[in-house]
């Protein structure tokens, strides 16, 4: 795992001095403090900070909603209501800062995700680590025929063999390159933010990332979904861990009627409730799509 000796030293610091407190905390999150999990060939996550529990979503909602959650008998109760009726705003009491090692090519998938706090290692002032994301060869894939964003089947053989020499001899010949032009020995040497445009998209960068846990779900939903990108989904099913540990009510909520259920159309509905009386419907007569027809049938066959 990429973890420099300074950051394994600076672990180690933090997770020797005890901080008593009067703010509340979540156990299950002290014991990921500062401990970074490791995701991909040279990545990781860990916790830097964050605030809030599951009691904090419930009074947040409680002084929202006044009288009206009296009738909520438990936390757990409360909290599996607030996301079964997508309220928002008492998610936004938790927030978390975490420490990503990530390749650049998945760093840019991530930024869309425009509701968190970003700060990144700046190549402009530093000089990038010689670390690259190569592809454990089960994660070479073809192009899918059926999804211009998707894998097909994995290559194989000499194939597969082939593009992961190219990956290799790319990166290290272009970090070769980025290394000469920044170099002062017997010349000027290129400004590091200009030499940074010749490395490659899999080499590793870092960042801190703030972000409530209303917005956090939201990307959770998206990223640690079955057909998001392999080399996102496993930095969010890292995250995802932490989370069930941080705030388990909340995330036992998330999983039930966000990431394990699914959104129907007003059509599709109808075509549910059709063959729930017994019609024989197919994708002519359902009104549906024959791309919408076939997502609704890869959800009733689960």
Same mark, same amino acid.
């Given at each position: ?14 997770? &020797? ?5 009067? %703010? ?46 009296? @009738? ?49 290692? &700046? ?20 192009? @899918? ?25 790319? @990166? ?7 290394? &000469?032009?920044? &170099? ?38 998206? %990223? ?40 129907? @159309? ?6 549910? %409730? ?16 024959? %791309? ?11």
């Amino acid at each position: 795992m990429g973890l420099s000796p300074d950051q394994l030293a600076e672990i180690a610091e933090l997770r &020797s001095e005890a901080r008593p407190t009067l %703010r509340a905390t979540a156990p299950g999150i002290e014991a990921h403090l500062y401990e970074a999990r490791p995701v991909l060939d040279h990545g990781f996550v860990r916790v830097v900070d964050y605030m809030g529990d599951d009691a904090a979503i419930c009074q947040a909602a409680r002084v929202s909603y006044g009288r009206g959650t009296k @009738s909520v008998q438990n936390d757990e109760g409360l909290i599996r209501y607030l996301m079964r009726h997508w309220h928002s705003t008492p998610f936004e009491m938790c927030e978390i800062k975490l420490h990503v090692k990530l390749p650049v090519f998945v760093a840019r998938q991530w930024i869309r995700h425009r509701t968190a706090n970003v700060n990144e290692y &700046s190549a402009r002032y530093s000089i990038l680590d010689r670390e690259f994301y190569i592809p454990a060869p089960e994660h070479v894939a073809a192009q @899918s025929e059926v999804n211009n964003q998707g894998r097909g089947a994995t290559l194989e053989g000499e194939e597969a063999a082939r593009v992961l020499e190219m990956l290799k001899a790319d @990166s290290t010949r272009a970090y070769d390159n980025y290394q &000469s032009m920044i &170099s002062t020995e017997g010349q000027q040497g290129l400004a590091r933010e200009l030499a940074r445009m010749n490395l490659p998209a899999n080499i590793y960068t870092q960042w801190y990332w703030k972000v409530d846990l209303h917005n956090l779900f939201h990307f959770l939903r998206l %990223r640690a979904d079955a057909h998001a990108q392999y080399e996102i989904r496993v930095y969010a099913e890292e995250i995802c861990k932490v989370v069930a540990d941080w705030v388990p009510f909340a995330y036992g909520a998330f999983e039930e009627y966000r990431l394990g259920a699914q959104t129907l @159309s007003a059509t599709a509905l109808d075509c549910v %409730r059709r063959m729930l009386k017994g019609e024989e419907l197919t994708q002519e007569t359902s009104g549906l799509t024959k %791309r919408e027809w076939r997502e609704l049938d890869a959800v009733l066959k689960g």
